[in-house]
């Protein structure tokens, strides 16, 4: 099984809201950085599963749901983004050619989270998914940050760090952190100096954490998440997840 199949096969079971309700803390701070940009419409979400997030998105930032699109590259999740009313596209980014109702700079917005670490060649895939944002306009993107303060931690006790690739597609050490379906996990100025190739102004580098809203009760899950959320705001990227957004000149 291929890198690719193994990713399919691997999202095609994902929940819409397992994800919502797990990573809650990175969709707030996205959004916050969304209104803060001042995003606009027309806006597209790749690895948009149903609709949660642009829901929340459209809602927040009074956005037109008709000027919203949603792409995914299993055709199930985009049938509940439908529903709700979005315009949708399936798109295996790897594999399978751009949609021909996907127009060269037809987006003010592209939003890119959780996505490029999946990616064999993201380079190559950016460089076209890129060709469809307008002059001007905003590409936000999210990805685990290999430069955490829990990952440092991780190396410096011989350990894999967090999310990292693993050794095989299916095989990883008894314990580990690593995912399966990673291939690029990177610090933030791989990612800069990816965009800024692809002729992209960087305009912001920051940090977010993939945590519910409500850590729970459990002592070391509320200090994991309130340490994050704390380093979020401290200048030496050791973030859990980089949040990058870029201009199109």
């Not at 037809?106 to 990616?119: A, K, R, S």
């Not at 380079?123 to 303060?149: H, I, K, R, Y």
């Not at 991780?154 to 967090?162: D, I, M, N, Y």
Request: hydrophobic share 45%; net charge neutral.
């Amino acid at each position: 099984m291929s890198v690719v199949e193994l990713n399919q096969a691997s999202y095609e079971q994902s929940s819409e809201d397992w994800n919502l309700s797990r990573q809650m803390r990175r969709f707030d701070r996205t959004l916050q950085v969304l209104t803060e940009e001042r995003a606009g419409a027309p806006w597209i979400e790749f690895g948009a599963l149903s609709g949660g997030f642009a829901a929340m998105c459209s809602d927040a930032l009074g956005l037109n749901r008709s000027d919203v699109w949603c792409c995914d590259f299993v055709p199930t999740h985009l049938g509940r983004a439908a529903e709700r009313g979005f315009s949708v596209a399936v798109w295996n980014l790897e594999t399978g050619p751009r949609p021909a109702t996907l127009r060269p700079g037809m987006f003010q917005t592209i939003l890119f989270c959780e996505i490029i670490e999946h990616l064999v060649a993201p380079d190559q895939v950016l460089a076209s998914v890129l060709e469809l944002l307008a002059p001007g306009g905003l590409f936000v993107m999210t990805t685990p940050n290999l430069a955490s303060l829990g990952n440092r931690v991780r190396l410096l006790r011989g350990l894999t760090p967090s999310l990292a690739p693993a050794p095989g597609l299916r095989f990883k050490a008894p314990g580990s952190l690593a995912a399966l379906d990673h291939l690029r996990v990177c610090v933030a100025d791989e990612w800069v100096r990816l965009l800024e190739s692809l002729d992209l102004r960087v305009t912001r580098v920051a940090g977010c954490t993939s945590a519910p809203r409500d850590p729970g009760t459990s002592l070391r899950g509320r200090a994991s998440v309130g340490l994050n959320t704390l380093l979020e705001r401290l200048p030496f990227r050791l973030w859990q997840n980089a949040l990058i957004t870029a201009r199109k000149s």
